[in-house]
């Protein structure tokens, strides 16, 4: 990363523009094969994330971040305080593809209607 552009992160000022976002995700330890914990991402960009997180994720720490339409994604935690971790990917994404919705199933087909006979309730008048 550039001189420039930690610094700017430092001062509070992003080098790229993020999106407020709502998503859940998992973080686990790059190179851990146990469960992973789940996340809250509540800021995005093609260069890192800030999330929710319950886990002690120490600055520095080399994780995995899971989330939807994008998989598995390499980066490394630049702070973590009062349950947030910032982190910065190792390889640029495409944020929108994260916020883009799951296709959904198609619905069953309904079953076919009776078709013995007209049914209808016992003193119903139908003029």
Avoid: Y
Avoid at 6 to 28: H, I, W, Y
Avoid at 105 to 122: L, S, V
Wanted: net charge positive; proline share 8%.
């Amino acid at each position: 990363m550039s001189e420039a552009i930690e610094q700017s992160s430092v001062q509070g000022k992003r080098a790229r523009p993020r999106d407020s976002v709502l998503l859940m995700g998992t973080v686990r330890l790059a190179g851990e094969h146990g469960e992973p914990l789940p996340i809250r991402v509540r800021n995005l960009s093609s260069t890192g994330l800030m999330a929710e997180c319950q886990a002690r994720l120490e600055a520095g720490a080399a994780v995995e971040i899971a989330l939807r339409n994008l998989g598995a994604i390499e980066g490394k935690v630049m702070w973590a305080r009062e349950g947030r971790i910032g982190v910065h990917f190792s390889e640029a994404i495409d944020p929108r593809q994260a916020r883009q919705q799951v296709a959904a199933r198609p619905p069953e087909p309904k079953p076919p209607a009776a078709t013995i006979g007209i049914f209808r309730r016992p003193g119903l008048k139908i003029d």
